[in-house]
């Protein structure tokens, strides 16, 4: 096969902040397969280093690692070549982008939506919750009407940035009672600490808190001390953590798992230990958001999963783009059709 990777910048249309800090433009790592027949297939490696310690330079070397063994194969197993890839390539987030690309010349390979070919029947569109990462109550209120206007049932808020209190409150005044709000603290907190602030935060409705403090005894000592549900989620990718169960929640991205592959194998022994599950984006780009998508349609997530983000960029996907609270699942062959076109304006090679 022949073998491409690319760096892409995609712009912000304003910072997104959280208690790791701001970012104002994405790096992304393109990977583009084509087989002997002239398919195209692609992946996407998304590391965010703020979020979970992986530049796209270590990234790009792991995917350059798997160049060799891809390009020396003709992909019709699909699941030996990845393992052989997850040998050399290590990161996750590298791993990530060869089972994108792989799922997708495969499903392309049959004429089918990768959901087809995941088990799952013609999906509902998936629910999703609107994300605000402003540091400011009036830009917060503002977005709690547009997620309002737009349908959303559920607001994550990102916390642990300062006037917590304040810009929540914001969100609920507009939201309105039927809303859920969900808080993201990035695991900002300690566990008094955060025990002090979801005291002070209940009052306004809490559907949940994800990562409210980093670590799997610090998250179990925490669920002891607050009635707010708890979530993990950088804690996720912690040795054990889907196994033992520590809170009531667990939050998956395909980045952080590897891929599809790797999404929905951490789900189900999530949900064996008696985890509810729903998914999100690290920033993802459209690869990453329909990727989640199909794996969503086979896992059927237990909340609304955080994958309304491309809206965050200057140049947007209309074909993902939410309608009501839902994203529909794409339903052409592979991953989905034009979803590569995204990437162009961005690519810095």
Known sequence: ???????????????????????????????????????????????????????????????????????????????????????????????????LALWDLCAQRAGQPVWRLLGATPPAAVEVNYTIGSEDRAAAAAAALNARSAGFR??????????????????????GPEVAIRLDANGAWTAAEATAALRALEPAGIELCEEAVTGLSETRELSGL???????????????????????????????????TGLIDGARRARAAGYQVY???????????????????????????????????VDAADSLAPRGGRIAVPDGPGLGSGLARWYRTGLAR
């Open 1 to 99: 096969m022949k073998v491409g990777i690319d760096l892409i910048r995609a712009r912000l249309r304003a910072p997104f902040v959280s208690s790791t800090g701001a970012v104002e433009a994405r790096e992304l790592l393109l990977l583009r397969l084509e087989d002997a027949s002239g398919r195209v297939a692609f992946g996407e490696a998304a590391p965010l280093e703020s979020y979970d310690g992986v530049s796209v330079a270590d990234c790009r070397a792991a995917l350059e690692d798997c160049r060799p063994i891809l390009a020396d194969s003709d992909a019709e197993d699909r699941e030996e070549l990845l393992k052989r890839c997850e040998r050399v390539a290590v990161l996750p987030q590298a791993l990530a982008a060869v089972d």
């Open 154 to 175: 559920c607001i994550k808020v990102k916390v642990g940035i300062g006037d917590d209190a304040g810009r929540v409150a914001a969100v609920r005044a507009v939201a």
């Open 226 to 260: 607050t009635s707010v549900p708890l979530s993990i989620d950088e804690t996720a990718a912690s040795p054990g953590a889907l196994e033992h169960r520590v809170c009531d929640a667990v939050c998956l991205k395909i980045a952080r798992c590897g891929g599809i």
């Open 279 to 313: 998914l999100a984006s690290t920033l993802d780009g459209p690869l990453g958001i329909a990727a989640a998508l199909h794996a969503a349609a086979a896992l059927d997530p237990d909340r609304p999963s955080g994958l309304a983000t491309l809206g965050l960029f």
